[in-house]
């Protein structure tokens, strides 16, 4: 039995259900890029459904991850001071998202000063996830990234210490600037001694992580 699609009516923030209503509803299967790093679109994606990377690539093809989104979320703002794109956008999983023409959205902001704070806040809170992982990337050897990535991720199930989101060693290696490889050798001696066990890519935190190996 198919599930219907999700509408902007799922949105529980009124200010993103409101700017939605000046876009349309488009579903992408997974692994389906919807922005090009340096592209010069300018709509706004909020996702009703599903999964997406935000991440950037060099020339020889290494990715760094810089966030995933979820549903209640949205990406390509920062192309609203007229730039291109920033980063580039992947969806994870089948993905349903209202996409919105920069120029509504201008408008939108206009008429909602509302919408105005609600940015403000996100870039903000941007702004403080990337210095801290300037910082981290800086001042922090790779499992300390890597310990920091994972606290940060797990949360309480059935009694557990789950790290919900279902990651690989090379998702993990490109969100804390590392090879998989060198992921691959932590996780190996954090498996040997009792810290974590990984199933099905569902990693659980047995005990306190070491702060250092």
């Not at 794109?85 to 992947?90: F, P, Q, T, Y």
């Not at 498996?191 to 659980?204: F, L, P």
């Amino acid at each position: 039995m198919k599930t219907a699609p999700a509408s902007p009516a799922a949105l529980k923030d009124e200010v993103l259900q409101a700017m939605a209503a000046h876009g349309g509803v488009r579903t992408f299967p997974a692994q389906s890029v919807l922005i090009n790093e340096d592209d010069d679109s300018d709509s706004i994606f909020i996702i009703l459904s599903g999964r997406v990377k935000v991440f950037g690539a060099s020339a020889q093809g290494r990715e760094v991850i810089y966030n995933t989104l979820a549903a209640g979320e949205y990406f390509g703002e920062m192309s609203l001071d007229g730039g291109s794109r920033s980063a580039s956008v992947m969806t994870l999983e089948p993905t349903t998202c209202v996409v919105v023409p920069g120029s509504k959205v201008r408008d939108f902001l206009g008429s909602h000063p509302d919408f105005a704070l609600h940015l403000i806040r996100k870039l903000i809170g941007l702004v403080r996830h990337s210095t801290d992982n300037v910082k981290s990337l800086a001042l922090d050897d790779v499992y300390s990234r890597v310990a920091r990535l994972l606290n940060d991720r797990a949360q309480e199930i059935d009694g557990k210490l789950v790290v919900a989101e279902k990651l690989t060693q090379q998702d993990i290696a490109e969100r804390v600037g590392s090879s998989r490889e060198m992921i691959s050798r932590i996780f190996k001696q954090l498996t040997q001694g009792g810290y974590i066990s990984v199933d099905s890519k569902q990693i659980v935190l047995l005990k306190k992580l070491p702060a250092g190996w």
